[in-house]
């Protein structure tokens, strides 16, 4: 038996979820989930905050325009509130002085609360970096931690409000076009709509390619993370998130531990990646080297993929062999914090509305992120 609706999106993670909701207002969306759950994979293993400053700039600039859902989701998204309170810090070498300050001159375009501070004024909010390697410091006091699971599950929630199906154990085993259609099949079903909207994380170039469309080079990275008890005689809690900006390090405080990553990047095929013992040692040692603290025991380790396009900015648009099929891939480390604007940019480029004003507005602009300007990998 032939589903027949409007728009396929292929994956229930941030993404997918969020499309699925900006797309079921306009139509009758569909939803394919290969695994048991939503946001099994990248979503389900991130450190989920809203961290503006944080990402390649387009990717940042759809974090900001973000936020104003993240603090007002619609009615009767959440039992709760999506963000909460927590800060984060960015530190600079010598030699990387000139890069924050131009972060802060964009945050300052965006309207992002900020301030340049030097390392030892920044002790005051994190007091165990060591900051000799250090010569300024950036702090945003609205980094927020995002409820991740709450996002996806208000998504889907609304989406299936608005008429979506949501259909998990459903991987895609086969993708035709024709007649102006796209039929995909899965174990137990097959799909026909005119749009196709590939948000299927690590697995988007294997879904571009199933359909008979040229991969765009869009990778995913094994990331790891590790979490540990913080160091007695201090209240962790309090303490912002807090990276250099080389990106070799992270930590934040969760659940009453701190929760770490080396930032770690190796390339991966697309599956259930699980964290190797190197990555674990390095991320230990990283952290030890850079702060005052003792990694003494390791509670937890996880890894997750972060898919990259070439040149790490979004991928979201028109494929341009096929308008029909919509990228809203390669987001990075950035995925949780964007999810709402990329949706919703998404969303309008299916539709063939354009850019929406209020992005436009922060320097989104459809030739910057459309599959296109990739070359065919």
Request: hydrophobic residues 45%; proline residues 7%.
């Amino acid at each position: 038996m032939t589903e027949r609706c409007d728009f396929i999106v292929i994956g229930a993670g941030a993404a997918g979820s969020a499309v699925a909701h900006a797309l079921s207002s306009r139509g009758r969306v569909a939803v394919l989930e290969r695994e048991s759950a939503p946001a099994y994979h990248s979503t389900g293993r991130s450190a989920a905050v809203l961290a503006e400053n944080y990402g390649p700039v387009l990717w940042q600039r759809l974090s900001t325009a973000s936020r104003p859902f993240f603090e007002q989701p619609p009615a009767g998204f959440a039992e709760h509130k999506l963000l909460r309170p927590l800060g984060a810090l960015f530190f600079a070498t010598a030699a990387e002085t000139g890069a924050l300050e131009d972060s802060a001159r964009e945050l300052a375009r965006r309207g992002v609360a900020h301030r340049l501070m030097t390392p030892r004024e920044a002790l005051a909010l994190c007091p165990v970096v060591r900051i000799e390697s250090f010569a300024l410091a950036l702090h945003e006091p609205g980094c927020a931690d995002i409820d991740a699971a709450a996002l996806v599950q208000g998504c889907l929630k609304l989406a299936r409000r608005n008429g979506a199906t949501v259909m998990l154990d459903a991987g895609v085993d086969a993708i035709e076009r024709g007649g102006g259609q796209w039929q995909v099949r899965t174990r137990g079903a097959t799909l026909r709509a005119r749009v196709l909207v590939n948000a299927a994380g690590a697995w988007c170039d294997d879904i571009a390619a199933l359909a008979g469309l040229k991969r765009r080079g869009v990778r995913p990275y094994r990331r790891t993370a590790i979490t540990f008890d913080p160091p007695a005689g201090h209240d962790s809690s309090r303490w912002p998130m807090t990276f250099d900006v080389a990106e070799t390090w992270y930590f934040k405080p969760e659940g009453g531990r701190i929760m770490a990553s080396p930032v770690d990047k190796s390339l991966s095929a697309p599956c259930d990646c699980q964290p190797e013992e190197l990555d674990i040692a390095v991320a230990a040692d990283r952290i030890q080297q850079a702060t005052t603290m003792e990694v003494r025991r390791i509670a937890r380790s996880w890894a997750g993929l972060r898919t990259f396009a070439p040149d790490e900015q979004p991928v979201i648009g028109p494929d341009p062999q096929e308008p029909g099929f919509i990228w809203l891939a390669g987001q990075g480390g950035n995925g949780v914090m964007a999810a709402p604007a990329a949706a919703e940019l998404a969303a309008s480029l299916a539709l063939g509305e354009g850019v929406p004003q209020a992005l436009r507005a922060l320097g989104i602009d459809a030739a910057a992120v459309a599959p296109g300007r990739l070359p065919a990998a």
